[in-house]
């Protein structure tokens, strides 16, 4: 009777570890492994944002020493740096639509007014063959490729995560076992950016 009993307690133990190597390789930890995917492409996102933020300072002091009375695009630049510098992330800002949309608008101002700047400078030859603003130059163009790089492995990241919270078996896991996962926020594009520009020759 006592080898039957350590029989069936040896069985249940059995059964129970069997049971978390299947759930283990049916994906059971794609919910927070894909969260964290998640997490670092964001961090990566801030970098590269964070990166082109500080070269601005001496683009607009290298532009100035130029173009100075191009004032009111110099100032664009710098007020819309400031509102991005000033601007606090919240800690729920990829749950949070309001915050992130305002997040990305911040930026897409920055971009907006750096682009203008760099229009601006066209009209100054001997800006554009100034060294310090060539490399400036450089490196905020490689720093949109890296933004844009950085966002797309973000979307990719969240497109992977929001999949397994809505579909079946990441659903189910997520019901039973990480109920506290939300869904996050995903870059877009403005209205504007989705119009076809006309061509007038």
Not at 36 to 44: I, T, Y
Not at 136 to 151: K, M
Request: charged share 20%; proline share 4%; aromatic share 8%.
């Amino acid at each position: 009777m006592q080898e039957l009993r350590r029989y069936l307690v040896n069985a249940r133990w059995l059964a129970v570890v069997g049971a978390l190597l299947l759930l283990s390789g049916c994906g059971i930890n794609n919910i927070p492994a894909d969260k964290q995917q998640v997490n670092a492409a964001w961090s990566q996102v801030l970098n590269e944002y964070q990166r082109r933020t500080d070269l601005i300072p001496n683009l607009v002091a290298t532009v100035k020493g130029y173009a100075a009375h191009e004032a009111s695009v110099l100032e664009a630049v710098t007020d819309a740096r400031a509102k991005v510098t000033q601007t606090r992330i919240p800690s729920d800002i990829l749950t949070n639509p309001k915050e992130f949309h305002a997040f990305e608008r911040n930026q897409a101002t920055l971009g907006g007014a750096l682009s203008r700047l760099m229009v601006v400078t066209e009209n100054y030859p001997n800006l554009k063959a100034d060294q310090n603003f060539l490399v400036l130059q450089a490196q905020l163009e490689g720093t949109e490729n890296r933004i844009a790089v950085a966002r797309r492995d973000y979307i990719l990241a969240v497109q992977q995560y929001d999949t397994e919270l809505t579909t079946i078996p990441g659903r189910w896991y997520h019901s039973l076992f990480y109920s506290n996962y939300k869904p996050v926020q995903n870059f877009t594009i403005s209205q504007q950016a989705q119009q076809v520009p006309k061509v007038k020759f």
